[in-house]
């Protein structure tokens, strides 16, 4: 499979990264590079193969549903760009 | 008289411990030889001198009082993708400007609770995406080997490139790092030094920045076996803070060293032989061969047919994984923004200027392999690969194998802008990418060096939870190879 240039400008507004025509241009060819290094992968038998979830056989570890850890709501924003009365601030996205 | 910095872990302990040594002129020694050799190297991004001095005056105090613990007044580098508190962590990107995390990763917490001194944050590839520390937001690391006759620099391999490149020159007495496709493994290898991989889920990954979760495992880079395994017993822990880690006891690995291997059963896999592979390499396999056996191991021929899938399967798992763990960097909770128009234009200003080239590559690849319709045809596919990955492993174990030796790179080091087309870099994890894929222990240690005097490793691969192994059979070859020096042109 490959992918064209609408494509990649369309999976860089998925991935919310802003490019322009010369970067769109460029990233084609290398993502298509990558996509046919990977086909390689066509070639492997994978019927009735259990895909891998975990590198090591343990059930989830699981805790009570309960508070565990908090109340430090200044430490949190502490590194945000904009904060304001321990929020962090973003432009406005409603109307 | 040796210098102090070209002290091992195990030898400054000794000394520390006789008290022939104080921690603090230990670490001075490092930080005033970080201060003149630094530049040369890029291999620090910030030194925590105030750290450094305070932690090894406790240590003083702590032996004074018959209170050593294990790794006291040790001074370690940390690469920059640890959470240290109130100290640079920026996983060298430019995304992450300014963060000082208000809280402490497990590793590097077991590691000061075990008496340890940070010297500081150490320079890597942006967010552990690179195989030559060329991606660093921080510039480009140095290694400390040069080819014979020449003053070309080369790369220290990557990504944890500041690492290996530290411990080499001696700006620290060991490191940690981290490995997703072969981020320890390939630097040691490329600097003459040894790095091991542990199994996944044997160190918490809870604090260090993630890649992709289900290949990242933490470990260290050092100058020798024994130090790999003093420092493991450290940094590995059983952490509910981390799911993925698991309830297993952590061993006194250094029991491991030094131990016969008489009678263990070594696979050496043919599918590691690889077109275009420099005859030095084949010839290292071969001499690593012969060194064990001469050492009692019985040496048997495995096949792991599914070695070739590893790669194109890594570059599905890593940046699909990679996107959604990337997806946190928004301008929103830490680090860079750059303001837009609205807020979808504030995120794509934002990871526009923030990642580089090979970490939007990587978000890319990942983004479009998950996007709608296509998780099957990649994803889910690429993870059934993986199920026969470890399967292979599995049947080598089964078989009676104890450890498997291989090549740790297919070459030796290069200089910076001489690999420029992204899948050719990607080559380099070839070797070392299985062990992440089955989630299995692996480890480098220096073998010889090239025609042109550079260092290249062998790398033995473990069963799962079984790193004393690889640490009983590494000495061995440590043993049999002897320890490489860079020749030092930094500090005349």
């Known amino acids: ?95 | 008289m040796t210098k102090l910095v070209d002290l091992t872990i195990a030898e400054a302990r000794e000394k520390l411990a006789a008290r022939e040594i104080s921690a603090t002129e230990l670490t001075e020694a490092y930080l005033s030889e970080i201060e003149t050799a630094n530049a040369a190297f890029n291999a620090y991004i910030t030194v925590t001198g105030d750290i450094a001095r305070e932690q090894a005056k406790a240590s003083d105090a702590k032996i004074a009082a018959g209170e050593a613990r294990p790794l006291e007044g040790i001074p370690l580098g940390i690469k920059d993708l640890y959470a240290t508190k109130g100290v640079h962590t920026q996983a060298c990107s430019h995304i992450l400007d300014g963060f000082k995390p208000e809280y402490e990763s497990t590793v590097t917490q077991n590691l000061w609770n075990d008496g340890a001194v940070m010297l500081g944050k150490l320079n890597m590839d942006e967010f552990a995406m690179g195989s030559s520390n060329e991606t660093s937001f921080y510039g480009n690391v140095v290694n400390p080997w040069r080819r014979k006759g020449s003053d070309t620099a080369l790369v220290p391999g990557g990504s944890s490139g500041g690492s290996a490149s530290a411990v080499a020159a001696h700006l620290c007495a060991a490191a940690t790092a981290s490995d997703t496709g072969g981020s320890i493994r390939q630097p040691a290898a490329l600097t003459g030094t040894v790095g091991i991989k542990p199994t996944y889920g044997r160190c918490s990954r809870w604090g260090m920045v993630a890649f992709a979760s289900s290949l990242d495992q933490a470990g260290p880079i050092g100058r020798t076996v024994r130090d790999n395994a003093i420092l493991l017993k450290s940094m590995a822990s059983v952490d509910a803070k981390d799911t993925t880690s698991v309830d297993a006891p952590v061993p006194d690995y250094e029991s491991f060293v030094g131990k016969s291997i008489k009678g263990m059963k070594i696979g050496i896999p043919k599918e590691y032989r690889v077109d275009g592979m420099p005859e030095v390499i084949d010839q290292l396999w071969q001499q690593g061969i012969e060194w064990l056996k001469d050492a009692g191991a019985e040496i048997v021929e495995i096949s792991l047919p599914h070695t070739k899938y590893a790669l194109p399967a890594y570059y599905i798992v890593a940046p699909a994984e990679a996107s959604s763990n990337l997806a946190r960097y928004d301008g929103v909770r830490y680090g860079l923004r750059v303001p837009g128009n609205d807020i979808v234009e504030m995120y794509e200003n934002t990871r526009a200027v923030g990642f580089g080239d090979e970490v939007k590559r990587r978000v890319m690849i990942g983004t479009y392999v998950l996007s709608a319709g296509y998780y099957d045809a990649y994803y889910l596919k690429a993870q059934k690969v993986r199920t026969l990955i470890k399967r292979d492993f599995d049947l080598a174990w089964e078989n009676g194998v104890d450890a498997i030796l291989t090549p740790t790179t297919p070459d030796a080091a290069f200089a910076p802008g001489e690999i420029t087309d992204p899948v050719t870099m990607y080559l380099n994890d070839i070797f070392t990418v299985t062990a992440n894929m089955a989630g299995v222990p692996g480890i480098s240690i220096p073998a010889g060096l090239n025609k042109d005097g550079l260092p290249l490793g062998l790398q033995l691969i473990g069963k799962p939870f079984d790193e004393g192994t690889l640490f009983q059979v590494g000495e061995v070859i440590e043993q049999a190879a002897g320890t490489f020096k860079p020749e030092n042109w930094w500090s005349k």
Request: aromatic content about 4%; overall charge negative.
């Open chain 1, 1 to 95: 499979m490959s992918v064209d240039l609408n494509t990649v400008k369309r999976v860089a507004r998925l991935a919310r990264i802003k490019v322009d025509d010369a970067q769109a241009e460029k990233m084609t060819g290398e993502l298509n590079a990558i996509l046919g290094f990977v086909e390689q992968l066509d070639e492997v038998n994978i019927d009735g193969v259990e895909p891998m979830t975990s590198v090591v056989e343990q059930s989830m570890k699981k805790r009570s549903d309960g508070k565990t850890d908090g109340d430090y709501a200044d430490t949190i924003v502490k590194n945000a760009p904009v904060s304001e009365d321990n929020f962090f601030m973003v432009p406005k996205v409603v109307e």
